[in-house]
């Protein structure tokens, strides 16, 4: 690392993932679990920009921050699939435990 | 700024994002988890400006917090009121809904 | 939600957990720590050819010209996001009561131009400084996002066609320059010379709104009906 806000962050960054990676493992909601994902990501991030960081003068290796720059649009869009599924998931779970009405009537229409 | 400012200032800020991180995943309520997910967005943008990425802040404060936060709310709201189970009108999420 | 959750998980499933959690942040952390101060990465490559990479930004000289690849494939997915979420959802569910008052309506009336403007200044910017297409794409689309919260989507969805039409037009720019470097000489997607500026302004003009055209889409949360805007007013008032 070539500085100690490198390191600083680096580790924050593995911290991070650690922590998404506990609670993916450990969490039963299935929200949850994708901001679990989103904070690992978010963990690995981190890493990447730090080793690409080169002290207050010299200019950051570019390279790293375009792949960060691409993982974060990735990670929106992972989201926003997974985030469909699990309503998908949602409303077969009411159908099958017979909640009142149903929230997806026969056509599939309403989700 | 002194350096000295400067790493209190680090300091806090690494602070903040990991014990966001941990109420995002851990609170009782989804909802205060959310709010939470998209303030730990907004702390990474400021992370990602210290670590001399301005790029990469924008796109997060842009991306990572807001649309991913627009995203969360949207489903969470789907999710936990499923829309044909009751009337119009706001309702509180059940207690203890994760 | 109902009450279907899983008991809280068994206390071994969680010490495992936290077992393999801690093992995994101890060796992370013992990574991290025994980098070498400084790695050389490729900062010397990617600064020597700046001048000829078409944009004085590096990262942009990164993201559309010497891993413009990636990009595309970046594009690609951002497509493929919304064809899987539209594929999976409908998009006319009823108003759900929320409230959509004035300073809703009015927020959005002041942010969305706004916001559209940011999105082309970041955009022209973006060659030479901090910004560039994801930025402004990201800006679009949450003009789009406070567009859809504050007006309902019954009254802003845009035709069909036209949607898809956006969605699909920043691939396809992209893929097109690529095709074009190729008919110039070069190989695909090789972003040299002259045109390299011109060729990284036109791709990111098209990807900028695609990209906030397929955030709005995935905030949709599926697709909207055959008949645009009306269709879905009245698929509400049917359902609602």
Do not use: K
């Amino acid at each position: 690392m070539s500085t100690a806000l490198a390191t600083l962050h680096a580790l924050a960054g593995a911290a991070l993932f650690v922590l998404g990676l506990y609670a993916l493992l450990v969490r039963a909601d299935l929200l949850r679990r994708i901001m679990a994902i989103n904070v690992a990501g978010a963990g690995v991030f981190l890493v990447l920009v730090a080793v690409a960081y080169r002290g207050g003068e010299a200019p950051p290796d570019p390279v790293p921050h375009a792949m960060v720059l691409t993982g974060i649009v990735v990670a929106v869009c992972g989201t926003a699939v997974a985030l469909v599924l699990a309503g998908r998931v949602a409303a077969a779970e009411e159908e099958t435990s017979g909640g009142e009405g149903s929230a997806v009537a026969e056509d599939g229409e309403g989700r | 700024m002194s350096g000295a400012l400067l790493a209190a200032f680090d300091a806090v800020l690494v602070g903040l994002l990991l014990w966001l991180a941990w109420r995002a995943l851990s609170s009782p309520e989804v909802f205060a988890g959310i709010v939470a997910f998209i303030a730990f967005g907004l702390c990474m943008a400021l992370a990602w400006v210290r670590l001399r990425a301005p790029d990469i802040a924008l796109a997060e404060a842009a991306v990572g917090s807001g649309i991913t936060g627009a995203l969360l709310l949207a489903a969470w709201d789907r999710i936990s009121r499923p829309p044909n189970a009751r009337g119009g009108g706001r309702h509180e999420p059940p207690a203890g809904a994760e | 939600m109902s009450r279907r959750q899983a008991p809280s998980e068994p206390p071994l499933r969680r010490a495992a957990a936290a077992a393999l959690a801690t093992a995994i942040a101890v060796a992370l952390g013992w990574a991290v720590l025994s980098l070498p101060p400084e790695s050389a990465g490729l900062v010397q490559e990617a600064f020597a050819e700046l001048e000829r990479s078409g944009a004085a930004n590096p990262v942009t000289a990164v993201l559309l010209n010497y891993r413009a690849y990636d990009t595309l494939l970046e594009v690609a997915v951002l497509l493929l996001a919304a064809i899987a979420t539209w594929s999976m959802a409908r998009a006319d569910e009823p108003d759900r009561g929320i409230a959509r008052g004035a300073v809703l309506r009015g927020l959005a009336r002041l942010l969305a131009p706004l916001l559209i403007f940011v999105a082309g200044y970041f955009l022209w910017l973006g060659s030479a400084r901090p910004g560039g297409a994801f930025q402004a794409g990201a800006v679009l689309g949450g003009a789009g996002v406070l567009v859809l919260l504050a007006y309902g989507r019954r009254r802003v969805l845009p035709p069909p066609a036209l949607a898809r039409l956006a969605l699909a037009s920043g691939l396809a720019v992209f893929l097109a320059a690529g095709a074009a470097a190729m008919a110039a000489g070069g190989r695909f997607l090789e972003g040299r010379g002259e045109l390299a500026a011109v060729a990284i302004l036109v791709v990111e003009t098209a990807a900028v709104v695609s990209i906030g055209v397929t955030l709005a889409a995935l905030y949709l949360g599926g697709r909207p009906p055959a008949g645009g805007a009306a269709a879905a007013s009245h698929a509400g008032e049917r359902g609602g």
